[in-house]
């Protein structure tokens, strides 16, 4: 079993709403980090002035500094390479534009489980900053400027000892910029191997292992401050000396004293709920997908089909080092939403793993430091916002009514010492922009008020003037007075609290599902030949006209 059960032995206390209302389904959970992708630079590639007086040490003076000898040094580049690989049996692959490079490489992986190196090197086009050096009549250096151009990067696949398939992308281009490319969960397979834990892995998640405590353990390591330190490391372990070392050999290096500083581009953060029956996870999540998505504005949810049948109990094969799934054994549902560079995820993995992800497509968009040394920050920074998603996924998905709620709903509230108006469901207006709050509910760092103006026109077809930011502050202060939308101190953004997600979910589903379809089907007396296509929702309808026709007549309403 992948982690004891929570009520049972309480040594792990889940976080979010979402995990903690499905517990008794759940045969364990596990957080990690998955990918991560660093970006490496020098310091004389950052300004015109220092790349200047690193040529002076290099060279003696600002002869030869021009762009002639600048693609010459990336010829060198790919001379030396090209040579280097010919001699140690590397193969190396030109890729064409759009070519999935992944893909390529797969076909490159050692069979020996040992191996430790490069084994293969691709070769693309892309985008990367390179120095123009422009000069006088004379000859004379007039600017450097730094720009992007279209030019060769080459492609590093290694095996690491620790990490296993590690990609360092290097320009052959001065500054040599590069990014280095890992998987956490690689790193934790690894580490779970050398420490004798045996467990079951299907693509890139574990579904069984023998000692979820080490394993826990293992992957706790990259969240922490520990976790800096074993990045550091293994860039360091092959960035000189497998990729650098084509454009600088070991003498120039530390006689110039280059050294790279890394930053973090991309991470993703993953929390994997292992069920107990992969059948009733499967309609678990469908459900859960059904009735949240219009909710949440999820424009897109894509199925991949796979060829079995998610197993009604949990195969009793014993955990084993490590099963790779490469093709959908089982259907594939996703279930993603966009926050501009930011992205939350949920869908199914392998038999029986429900994953939800929080992934940051460029560090920028979180607003923290972003040098290596603060990744634990942007791993916490990821683990709050997939918390927050899976809080409004279960608000929405679970929603509340007070049994008063009817009754407070029109009286007026308070901010403060200000009386506010109550709330008036019977108004277009009104119930557009609640639902705009929900579907809003989930983004990153709060609510703006121009953002819920905006989503409101969307959905009610208005012009920009038809409803202004004035008036989405307006009617956001009568959910603030309810108790529903609080103001985050400090800024100008508001954050939705869990009870009035809930509550305002409930009264408009209420009206929009339940209400207004049933008092229409009730409405007609004579009954009309019922579909043979009829779904559950609509089974349930059409048993609950008949009973308020019943009722109607009891209490004499005309229908």
Known sequence: MLVSKVIETGEKEMSDQFSHYYQDYLDGTYDCVDRIVLNAYVSFGTSPGRFRSMWRRWKGSDEGLDNAHLMRLAGRFARRLRA????????????????????????????????????????????????????????????????????????????DPEWGHIIIRMSGHAPWGAQIILNGHNYVARRAHKAGVSYRKEGNCFTEASHIEQLAAIADTLRSEKATGLLRQVCERWIYTACLCFALDTAERERLGVKYQYSVYQAEYSRNLLFEQGVQMEKLVNGVIDRTRPRLDAKRVKTIFGYKRRPWRKQGKPPRFEAVVETPVYDLTIFKIHFGKLTVKLYTKGERVLRSEAIVHNAKALRIKRSLPHFSGIVNKLEQILERFLNALHCVDVTFLPDDILDELGRPGFIGDSRVAGIDLSRPRMRAMMEAVIKLAMVPGGLQVAMIAEKTRALLGWDEQAYLSRHASYDLRKLRAKGWVRKIPGTHKYEVLPKGLKIMTALLVLREKIIKPVLRGAGHSEPKPAPTDLSQIDKQYRIIHGHMQTLFNMVGIAI
């Open 84 to 159: 280097y690989a010919k001699a140690n049996g590397i193969p190396v692959v030109e890729c064409e534009k759009g070519e999935r490079k992944h893909k390529v490489a797969e076909q490159y992986v050692p069979d020996d489980p040992e191996f430790v190196g490069v084994f293969v090197i691709l070769v693309g086009r892309a985008k990367a900053p390179v120095w123009d050096v422009q000069q006088g009549k004379q000859g004379q250096i007039r600017n450097i400027q730094r720009k992007y151009a279209y030019v060769k990067h080459y492609f590093f696949h290694i095996m």
